[in-house]
């Protein structure tokens, strides 16, 4: 048996820039993903939106197929094909029988590099985005969290709503969407990454096959860091019957060395898991709140550490003022060698548990290789927590965790 830890990855590189990442299984499900450097920070102001639309638009036909025909080619013989954008990345991904990757990667050539954007289907799916933009408005655990990031970057590109408002949705066009397109994408900022039953040398032929042939237009990335972050409060009106609250502020960039220690850290005190710290000593123990989590989003040049809550409004405060007690907590003591050494193990098997999805994997893959030409083994991550010690945990949540640093947006 082949452990996960001992696994390898294959990689190569096309002549005009794109990397190719595989990992062999032997499984008859395979898993393939594209992934792009590009995202809703590297939006212009009016342009907010554009990246989540395109990504929406790649599916509504090419100079050979329409929508319809685009859809049925991978979910008409069994596989699912779905696609995302986040701040900094969008990808297109596909889970499939093993015998299809030529298939796969022929379609994702054909969207990603001859989408006509029709005017039709373009008005068609500004509805359905617009749709999905007032879904969102109407669930304040999500759009809190945006509107957070907005709070704390402002007018960077950080701060962006990633799906955008109807007013600038309405305003895309084809040529806008060819613009961005021709402005952002390029060659060496695609990753192509798979994890399947081919051998490596075949499957780098049919990238090759379908993916060599574009032409290198290699560009430097430019993006604006956030500076001069002040924290702010703010308060909004919602007529719902919960309160909501987040409070944070930025943190590590993902090449930060300090990443993995937060990451701990982070699980620590509001991670999956129901025996986090916040779910605890605030749920638990006062039944303050049903929901609790933090979070800690590292981008490529700055991070995002949050605490959420939803709780009756008339225990938001005291939830507030419990939430900052337990950051003020891992500030002032050592963690005891027990505890750290519980929280460890405890990250280790949710990572191992996660690697189980190879979904999962396949898209962590490329963005492994788009940040650090490089993908670590569970292994190297499992030896990065296991030497973290308590000083480590105190020295970083003294960086992070200052009591007149935090911003806090409240719903009520």
């Given at each position: 048996?082949?452990?996960?830890?001992?696994?390898?990855?294959?990689?190569?590189?096309?002549?005009?820039?794109?990397?190719?990442?595989?990992?062999?299984?032997?499984?008859?499900?395979?898993?393939?993903?594209?992934?792009?450097?590009?995202?809703?920070?590297?939006?212009?102001?009016?342009?907010?939106?554009?990246?989540?639309?395109i990504e929406h638009c790649l599916f509504k036909g090419t100079n050979?197929?329409?929508?319809?025909?685009?859809?049925?080619?991978?979910?008409?013989?069994?596989?699912?094909?779905?696609?995302?954008?986040?701040?900094?990345?969008?990808?297109?991904?596909?889970?499939?029988?093993?015998?299809?990757?030529?298939?796969?990667?022929?379609?994702?050539?054909?969207?990603?590099?001859?989408?006509?954007?029709?005017?039709?289907?373009?008005?068609?799916?500004?509805?359905?985005?617009?749709?999905?933009?007032?879904?969102?408005?109407?669930?304040?655990?999500?759009?809190?969290?945006?509107?957070?990031?907005?709070?704390?970057?402002?007018?960077?590109?950080?701060?962006?709503?990633?799906?955008?408002t109807p007013k600038q949705v309405k305003g895309f066009t084809t040529e806008k969407l060819n613009q961005f397109i021709e402005k952002t994408y390029s060659t060496d900022s695609i990753v192509i990454s798979t994890i399947g039953d081919i051998d490596f040398d075949k499957w780098v032929k049919l990238c090759e096959k379908y993916f060599g042939g574009i032409k290198t237009n290699a560009k430097p990335i430019h993006r604006n860091s956030p500076k001069n972050y002040k924290p702010k409060e703010k308060v909004k009106k919602r007529n719902t019957y919960q309160s909501h609250v987040v409070i944070g502020n930025p943190a590590f960039s993902y090449k930060n060395k300090n990443k993995i220690t937060l990451s701990l850290l982070n699980n620590i005190i509001g991670g999956p898991a129901m025996n986090s710290r916040l779910n605890m000593k605030i749920r638990e123990k006062y039944g303050f709140t049903y929901s609790i989590e933090s979070n800690y989003t590292a981008f490529s040049d700055t991070g995002l550490f949050v605490v959420y809550a939803a709780s009756d409004s008339k225990y938001i405060d005291k939830t507030i003022g419990l939430i900052k007690n337990e950051?003020?907590?891992?500030?002032?003591?050592?963690?005891?060698?027990?505890?750290?050494?519980?929280?460890?193990?405890?990250?280790?098997?949710?990572?191992?548990?996660?690697?189980?999805?190879?979904?999962?994997?396949?898209?962590?893959?490329?963005?492994?290789?788009?940040?650090?030409?490089?993908?670590?083994?569970?292994?190297?991550?499992?030896?990065?927590?296991?030497?973290?010690?308590?000083?480590?945990?105190?020295?970083?949540?003294?960086?992070?965790?200052?009591?007149?640093?935090?911003?806090?947006?409240?719903?009520?």
């Open positions: 048996m082949v452990l996960e830890s001992e696994l390898t990855y294959s990689q190569h590189k096309l002549s005009n820039g794109i990397r190719l990442v595989h990992r062999l299984t032997y499984s008859q499900v395979a898993h393939c993903a594209v992934t792009i450097n590009v995202g809703s920070r590297d939006e212009e102001k009016d342009e907010e939106g554009i990246a989540h639309f050979k197929r329409k929508s319809f025909q685009i859809l049925n080619r991978i979910d008409g013989v069994g596989g699912e094909l779905n696609a995302f954008t986040t701040k900094e990345e969008t990808c297109i991904y596909a889970t499939f029988l093993n015998n299809y990757h030529d298939r796969v990667l022929e379609l994702f050539s054909d969207i990603l590099f001859s989408s006509t954007f029709p005017k039709k289907e373009l008005e068609k799916e500004k509805i359905a985005v617009i749709d999905e933009i007032n879904s969102y408005e109407d669930n304040p655990s999500e759009l809190i969290l945006d509107e957070f990031d907005n709070l704390v970057f402002g007018k960077n590109g950080l701060g962006h709503y990633t799906l955008g950051l003020d907590f891992f500030s002032n003591k050592e963690m005891t060698p027990s505890s750290l050494k519980v929280a460890k193990q405890q990250l280790i098997g949710q990572l191992a548990i996660q690697y189980e999805s190879n979904q999962n994997e396949v898209i962590s893959m490329g963005k492994s290789i788009l940040n650090f030409d490089r993908i670590d083994s569970l292994k190297t991550t499992n030896q990065e927590i296991e030497k973290i010690t308590s000083k480590q945990i105190l020295e970083v949540a003294q960086l992070i965790f200052q009591k007149d640093n935090y911003s806090q947006l409240k719903y009520i």
